[in-house]
């Protein structure tokens, strides 16, 4: 609908991909973070979900199903999800996609031929073919360091190549304090439970230790439905965190902050990863964060459909608010498109329409190709609309929009 964005190269701001210098299980390094190829495509968690949902228990539990290999499990998936029923919902149609355009057999009765293709890849290679495929310039990373595997390989010297940007996720400093506060002591870092004593200077010290490690390009955290910052007086302990110590150093580091807000984790926690789900959150918080805080810079997705309007509207009054991206149950075409509209309507060029959220490489391919067209169709009307107006759009005004959408209302926001 719009070429221009064909060609454009996008800044995926929101991934949870890796290089091959983090260890992927392809090379033998079971805990390797790189997570790519046909095994990790079909057991990716938002598929996985699908196979539980008509899977019986009696046929295998979801405890037995994760006892497999990663090979047995995606045959599993590929017999009952691709095989036995069409794959037509979003996440597999995305599987279908990506093995389509890499010249793969989507209707394969096993798996034995697309998994011999990927054997012959060599990883680091695979990921330029892909980023050329989808067209991303950078893949935004999720950098965890209270992850243990993820921290050690910190620790042990890995470091991203050029391609990658990594991002401090720092969840567990909001959410879980008593829980974060006894880590940080640990690592050496002493913190008090009730943030006295030198607590907030740990807390900084920690964040600048892992800013000065990594060097991210913002620092994010993930927030449940039920989050609440109700202003100075608010004494809960995540309040009390952002307030005396995480938004502080931010600020003096010049880091923005990214807010993933509606995560309902572990609904179900037989399921793993695949086992959250969301809830409809309250941005009265994010208001009063804006406001508190008019020189911090704040990233923000919201998870449920219910809180896009409430996100723009918040948006509207505050510029050190960007709104980005359709997050997870949100990356489905009717979704992206709903959104997009309203977005387009009430903020116009100022927000970024998507990320991928791609936990397996191959995903970017199918996940920024919808982003494309929709966000393209969207876009596209709006210009219709305009010119029933009265003024018609120049091409350059379309590249320039599609720039600011994609890759620069991001860029300058993260960079102020
Ligand atoms: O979309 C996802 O894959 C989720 O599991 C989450 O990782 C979410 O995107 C997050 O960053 O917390
Ligand atoms: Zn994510």
């Known amino acids: 609908m719009i070429p221009e964005l064909n060609d454009l190269k996008v800044i995926d701001l929101h991934t949870h991909l890796y290089p091959a210098s983090f260890g992927t299980p392809s090379a033998g390094d079971k805990d390797g973070l790189m997570l790519w190829g046909i095994d990790e ?16 228990r009696d046929e295998i539990a ?6 497999l290999s990663k090979s047995d499990q995606a045959d599993r998936i590929w017999q009952a999800l691709f095989v036995d029923r069409t794959p037509n919902s979003a996440a597999c149609r995305g ?3 990506a093995l389509t355009a890499l010249g793969l057999d989507p209707c394969a009765a096993n798996l034995t031929g697309i998994r011999s ?17 989808a067209g ?5 990373m999720t950098n965890d360091p209270f992850d243990d595997n993820e921290r050690e390989r910190w620790l042990n010297g890995a470091r991203p190549d050029s391609r990658f940007d990594p991002v401090l996720r720092i969840d567990p400093l909001v959410c879980s304090w008593p829980a974060a506060a006894e880590k940080l002591t640990e690592w050496g870092y002493e913190c008090r439970v009730d943030f006295g004593g030198g607590t907030f200077d740990a807390v900084k010290r920690f964040l600048s ?5 990594m060097n991210p390009v913002y620092v994010a955290c993930s927030l449940p439905p039920t989050f609440s910052y109700d202003g100075p007086d608010d004494l809960s302990d995540a309040a009390t965190n952002l307030r005396g110590a995480i938004l502080p150093l931010l600020k003096d580091r010049g880091l923005a902050m990214g807010l993933m807000i509606g995560a309902r984790r572990q609904t179900n926690p037989e399921l793993g990863l695949a086992g959250d789900s969301l809830g409809v959150a309250e941005p009265h918080a994010l208001a009063r964060l804006a406001r508190d805080f008019p020189n911090s810079r704040f990233l923000v997705t ?27 149950f949100l990356n489905t075409p009717q979704l992206i498109r709903e959104i997009t509209d309203m977005r387009l309507e009430l903020l116009g060029t100022s927000f970024v329409p998507q990320h991928s959220d791609a ?14 067209r929709i966000v393209g169709e969207a876009l596209s009307d709006s210009y219709l609309k305009m010119s029933e107006a009265g003024r018609e759009v120049r091409p350059d005004e379309i590249e320039r929009d599609c720039r600011l959408l994609f890759r620069d209302n991001y860029l300058s926001f993260i960079q102020t």
């Open 136 to 140: 991303v310039e950078k893949i935004t």
């Open 117 to 133: 293709w990927f054997s012959d890849q060599d990883p680091d290679a695979h990921t330029d073919r892909v980023m050329e495929m």
């Open 41 to 56: 495509l079909l057991t990716f968690h938002y598929i996985a979900a699908e196979f539980f949902r008509i899977t019986p």
């Open 62 to 67: 979801p405890a037995d199903f994760f006892a």
């Open 359 to 372: 936990r397996v490489l191959e995903q970017l391919i199918y996940k920024w190709s919808d982003a494309r």
């Open 209 to 213: 230790d892992w800013i000065d490690r």
């Open 302 to 328: 919201m998870l449920a459909r219910e809180n896009q309007h409430e996100l723009i509207s918040v948006a509207r009054k505050f510029g050190n608010i960007l709104p980005f991206g359709c997050w997870w």
């Open 95 to 97: 599987a279908v996609h």
